[in-house]
């Protein structure tokens, strides 16, 4: 679906339209840092509080690889141990939009989301208060 929307026509049947621009990364070899966990909490919709443990849990799989309930890591740190030992225990995939602060995990739904964005933005619907703005000392 990524790399269909990076060289055919997007959306697809429309011949009139371009591909979207967007740099596309895919890593299947290592986990995520802590720090890059972090982040794609703070991105994914409906996640509001990164330290709330509970939310690390909308990065774990359903795979039997994945502990129960109990054993779940509760820091983003625990989930980059528990991502080195059984990677098949994170969602996958997760896509992450840095420029514009959007992620999913696990979900296509999420991804065609990220890339209706991307075309509302190419094709000039998003306005620019309406774009990301990253938070820190000088926003």
């Keep these: 679906m990524l790399r269909a929307a ?3 026509p997007y ?3 429309s011949a009139s339209k371009s591909p979207l621009r967007f740099d596309l990364e895919v890593i299947e070899k290592a986990a995520p840092t802590a720090d890059q966990i972090r982040t794609i909490l703070e991105y994914l919709p409906r996640v509001s509080d990164v330290d709330d443990p509970h939310h690390v849990a909308a990065l774990i799989s359903s795979h039997p690889s994945a502990p129960s309930l ?3 890591p509760h820091s983003p740190e625990g989930l980059v141990r528990l991502a080195e030992k059984s990677p098949l225990a994170l969602k ?3 896509v992450v939009d840095w420029t514009s602060g959007r992620a999913s995990a696990g979900d296509s739904e999420g991804v065609k989301d990220i890339l209706e964005y991307l075309r509302k933005k190419r094709d000039g619907e998003v306005k620019e208060e309406e774009d990301y703005k990253p938070r820190g000392w000088f926003s």
Excluded: E, K, T
């Design 70 to 72: 109990p054993d779940r």
């Design 6 to 8: 990076l060289s055919s």
């Design 92 to 94: 996958s995939p997760i």
């Design 11 to 13: 959306p697809p049947g």
